[in-house]
């Protein structure tokens, strides 16, 4: 069974910071993994999307890598702004005998203080 | 802003009763997916319709049903409510290949169950 954990659960820094989150699976097997931010009541928005064949995508001051032969990813978020602040969720997509699916870890809540 | 749209924004329903919940995805998606996102938790996979036929379901008992339309909407219906389904109800389309694509997510139906 696929299990993904994110690490830490809660972060606070201050404004300015560079910072990585992270994120593991337990079964390599998988097609792709995204990485999603939430604002509070809020629905999901896709930060990056790495197919299993890539090792890292890259959007604005956002860095994700992925290294699927140890079953985790880091996204790091450099020179943090209040902005930032939400909880970020990684997922990888990966087939069951229930079908493919997303399976999504517990989230990381971000607080970057001015 | 993702293209993908739910309705309502909330509900609240007691418990025994059935409730419906209505997503429409972007034009061209044939690919739709429905989470259950408690709070504090990542959301969980209830089930993924390709072309209108389910080809995926997780962990969850067919008092949740759904159904997707030819004109890209789709439905996820709940019979007899129970406390614990009181959740955030996430739907995430894709384009055609289910496995490779980007999920967008809409912005959620937050179901409270009395």
């Known amino acids: 069974k696929q299990e993904v954990t994110q690490i830490p659960a809660a972060l606070s820094v201050p404004e300015g910071e560079n910072l990585v989150l992270n994120c593991s699976f337990t079964d390599s097997a998988i097609y792709n993994l995204q990485w999603f931010r939430q604002d509070p009541g809020k629905g999901l928005t896709s930060l990056l999307l790495?197919?299993?064949?890539?090792r890292e995508q890259t959007s604005g001051r956002l860095n994700a890598s992925l290294d699927k032969s140890s079953g985790r990813s880091t996204l790091y978020i450099a020179a943090s702004q209040p902005g930032d602040s939400a909880t970020y969720l990684c997922?990888?997509?990966?087939?069951?005998?229930?079908?493919?699916?997303?399976?999504f870890g517990g989230g990381t809540r971000l607080m970057v203080k001015p | 802003e993702t293209g993908v749209t739910q309705s309502p924004t909330h509900l609240i329903k007691t418990r025994g009763q059935q409730v419906t919940l209505r997503c429409s995805s972007q034009s061209g998606h044939n690919t739709v997916s429905w989470y259950q996102q408690a709070l504090g938790q990542g959301p969980q996979f209830i089930f993924q319709?390709?072309?209108?036929?389910?080809?995926g379901r997780g962990n969850f008992p067919p008092r949740f049903s759904g159904l997707q339309f030819p004109n890209y909407s789709s439905e996820l219906n709940v019979n007899a409510l129970e406390l614990d389904d009181s959740a955030l109800y996430l739907c995430a389309s894709s384009l055609d290949s289910p496995l490779e694509d980007e999920q967008f997510f809409g912005p959620g139906t937050r179901l409270t169950v009395l």
């Open positions: 790495i197919q299993s064949s890539q």
């Open positions: 319709y390709y072309r209108e036929e389910e080809n």
């Open positions: 997922a990888v997509r990966h087939y069951t005998n229930a079908g493919n699916m997303l399976t």
